[in-house]
Structure formats: C-alpha cells, structure tokens
C-alpha cells in the first residue's frame, strides 16, 4: 500500500478575480540559473477556487485539491492580507 501523499501549500498574490468563483493567484519563487547560478525570481501562475470574495492584490495561502475544472486543481484556504487600495 503506498502512503498517502501530504496536501501542499503555496502563497501568492491574486492577480485576476474575473471569473466566478476563480481568482488566478501569482507565486514567486527563488531559483538558481543552471549556468551561472545566479539567484533568479520566477513566477507561477495558479488558478483556484474561491468561496471568500478574494479581491485583486489579496496575500492568500492555496492549497492542493482535486480536479475541479479542466485547469483548477488549487483552492483558497485562507486571506493572509487584504489589499487595503480596493
């Protein structure tokens, strides 16, 4: 029998909250270059459910989930911080 694999966590940025129930969340990450290893900032993007009303500039923490959708596979846990501007 295989262990159950543990749920992952990321933290990012809401960057898109166009569509219902979806808000597309932003995570950067650190990465050497292969070559010259310098260090280098990379972005992934993340679409992922929202029951919460996240708004655009939200802090959120997604977490793995089954497929809901062709491309949502996340969903918003929990708002870390609110974006005062909106």
């Not at 979806?22 to 950067?28: E, M, S």
Request: hydrophobic share 35%; glycine share 4%; aromatic share 6%.
């Amino acid at each position: 029998m295989t262990e159950a694999r543990r749920r992952q966590f990321k933290v990012g940025r809401v960057i898109s909250n166009k569509m219902q129930k979806t808000v597309v969340v932003a995570v950067d990450y650190l990465k050497p270059h292969p070559l010259y290893r310098k260090i280098i900032r990379r972005t992934s993007k993340f679409h992922a459910h929202d029951e919460q009303q996240c708004r655009i500039g939200d802090i959120v923490r997604i977490g793995e989930t089954r497929p809901l959708s062709k491309t949502k596979r996340w969903e918003v846990v929990e708002i870390i911080k609110r974006n005062e501007e909106a």
